[in-house]
């Protein structure tokens, strides 16, 4: 009989040439539950903290400060948006080629945030928002695991 777990939860199954091995099953389990309780303290600690920083810090401060100093709102928003992007491409940091990807990826969403900041001057809704894509992230990362 075999352990089949994911995220902690366990079924039996048969025809596994794992068979008989309950060391398998727990070392997936440990393995599982280390990986978990890494995404849920980054994610449920830090989360609301992590959201509301950034969106003073980007949105807050530093894009009417650069638009104040450059007197053109594009060349603020653009970098702006590089540098909020930058940050979170090297969030996990697996390799140079996957921290360009998320460059990449980042940039476009940088923008929309900062051209809805633009148009209705409130962050408490981007912070709002900015959980609820944290939150989806936590789902997602649970669900590719």
């Known amino acids: 009989m075999v352990w089949s777990c994911t995220y902690g939860f366990c079924q039996t199954g048969a025809g596994n040439y ?8 727990l070392y997936r389990i440990e393995t599982v539950f280390k990986r978990l309780w890494a995404v849920l303290y980054s994610r449920l600690i830090w989360w609301v903290i992590w959201s ?3 969106e003073l810090t980007f949105n807050g401060y530093a894009l009417p400060r650069l638009r104040l100093i450059t007197g053109k709102t594009w060349v603020a928003v653009l970098g702006v948006g590089f540098g909020w992007a930058l940050q979170h491409s090297f969030l996990p940091f697996i390799n140079v080629k996957h921290a360009i ?12 945030i900062q051209l809805v900041y633009l148009k209705y001057r409130r962050l408490f809704p981007l912070i709002i928002g ?10 997602f990362l649970l669900k590719i695991g």
């Open 130 to 139: 900015h959980w609820a894509m944290d939150f989806f992230s936590v789902v």
């Open 101 to 112: 990807w998320l460059l990449i990826t980042f940039f476009p969403l940088t923008i929309a």
């Open 52 to 54: 509301a920083t950034e």
């Open 18 to 25: 794992f068979a008989g091995t309950g060391y398998i099953a």
